[in-house]
């Protein structure tokens, strides 16, 4: 690799904690994996982690003169940084539509609020789940590779996971662009905090891609089990309301929440 990817300056959040930089007036190289015996400065301590009156060990030259000589990592912060991009502008979509029309309609769970959780690349698309107040829905997003806009929204798709298969929905809109969703949930009653929520999405990301989750029946009935499993702690934690709502949400989490439902109204 050239020495020629990018200075420093002004990108730290561009580099990853592996890259190794160089300086661009002697071109001593810093390698992380080295740290600085000049400055005392440990092995093992990322670039962007050095102190701001660090300088070149052989010519002085201030932190910002050095430049990328080569970054393992650079493409793990990209694909963090696009992943974050995506989450932020589904959360700020479905904000939208929350204050806009939802607000005040009573199929909606006033105590929790719009959040993405959990989104990573599988096979090459963004997955993960987005809860709001009315519904939670795995989301796949489209590969650079791919084209949706022609896609019909409502048009379905079966997708396989490692726990089986999920029937997905095609929708669209104007801020998020095209995406496909499978309905967890909805409506949101049973989940007494946004925390909660939050337990079960990541439970259900893990439990997705968990091969011990297939059944020869009924596929779904594993994953069903496991956000049931999930959703309990949190349920026992209330166990103070008596048995009735102690049982109750969790049978709502089994039938409402298949994932062969029909999918949830989008807003
Ligand atoms: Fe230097």
Same mark, same amino acid.
């Given at each position: 690799? =050239?020495?020629?990817?990018?200075?420093?300056?002004? +990108? +730290?959040?561009?580099? =990853?904690?592996?890259?190794?930089?160089?300086?661009?007036?002697?071109?001593?190289?810093?390698?992380?994996?080295?740290?600085?015996?000049?400055?005392?400065?440990?092995?093992?301590?990322?670039?962007?982690?050095?102190?701001?009156?660090?300088?070149?060990?052989?010519?002085?030259?201030? &932190?910002?003169?050095?430049?990328?000589?080569?970054?393992?990592?650079? %493409?793990?912060?990209?694909?963090?940084?696009?992943?974050?991009?995506? #989450?932020?502008?589904?959360?700020?979509?479905?904000?939208?539509?929350?204050?806009? =029309?939802?607000?005040?309609?009573?199929?909606?769970? &006033?105590?929790?609020?719009?959040?993405?959780?959990?989104?990573?690349?599988?096979?090459?698309?963004?997955?993960?789940?987005?809860?709001?107040?009315?519904?939670?829905?795995?989301?796949?997003?489209?590969? %650079?590779?791919?084209?949706?806009?022609?896609?019909?929204?409502?048009?379905?798709?079966?997708?396989?996971?490692?726990?089986?298969?999920?029937?997905?929905?095609?929708?669209?809109?104007?801020? /998020?662009?095209?995406?496909?969703?499978?309905?967890?949930? =909805?409506?949101?009653?049973?989940?007494?905090?946004?925390?909660?929520?939050? @337990?079960?999405?990541?439970?259900?990301?893990?439990?997705?891609?968990?091969?011990?989750?297939?059944?020869?029946?009924?596929?779904?009935?594993?994953?069903?089990? +496991?956000?049931?499993?999930?959703? #309990?702690?949190?349920?026992?934690? @209330?166990?103070?309301?008596?048995? %009735?709502? @102690?049982?109750?949400?969790?049978?709502?989490?089994?039938? /409402?929440?298949?994932?062969?439902?029909?999918?949830? #109204?989008?807003?």
């Amino acid at each position: 690799m =050239s020495g020629f990817e990018g200075s420093y300056l002004g +990108a +730290a959040d561009k580099i =990853s904690p592996a890259a190794i930089m160089e300086c661009k007036i002697c071109w001593t190289p810093y390698d992380p994996a080295e740290g600085d015996d000049y400055r005392q400065v440990e092995p093992g301590t990322a670039f962007r982690d050095l102190p701001g009156d660090w300088s070149c060990p052989n010519c002085s030259a201030p &932190k910002a003169q050095f430049m990328v000589l080569e970054d393992p990592g650079s %493409e793990a912060v990209a694909q963090d940084r696009k992943l974050e991009e995506i #989450a932020q502008r589904l959360t700020s979509d479905f904000r939208e539509v929350w204050h806009a =029309s939802m607000r005040d309609l009573p199929m909606v769970n &006033k105590t929790l609020s719009v959040e993405a959780v959990g989104f990573q690349v599988w096979n090459e698309r963004p997955l993960g789940v987005l809860i709001t107040p009315w519904f939670m829905n795995l989301v796949l997003m489209p590969s %650079e590779d791919d084209n949706w806009s022609e896609i019909r929204p409502g048009t379905k798709d079966i997708l396989n996971f490692p726990s089986g298969d999920y029937e997905f929905i095609h929708n669209t809109r104007e801020m /998020t662009g095209a995406y496909m969703a499978c309905s967890l949930f =909805s409506p949101m009653f049973e989940f007494k905090t946004q925390m909660q929520a939050v @337990e079960v999405a990541r439970a259900v990301m893990a439990a997705l891609f968990d091969p011990g989750n297939i059944a020869d029946t009924d596929r779904a009935a594993d994953i069903r089990a +496991a956000r049931e499993a999930a959703a #309990a702690p949190a349920n026992d934690r @209330e166990a103070d309301d008596g048995p %009735e709502r @102690e049982t109750v949400p969790t049978r709502r989490a089994i039938i /409402t929440g298949g994932l062969a439902a029909q999918a949830a #109204a989008e807003a």
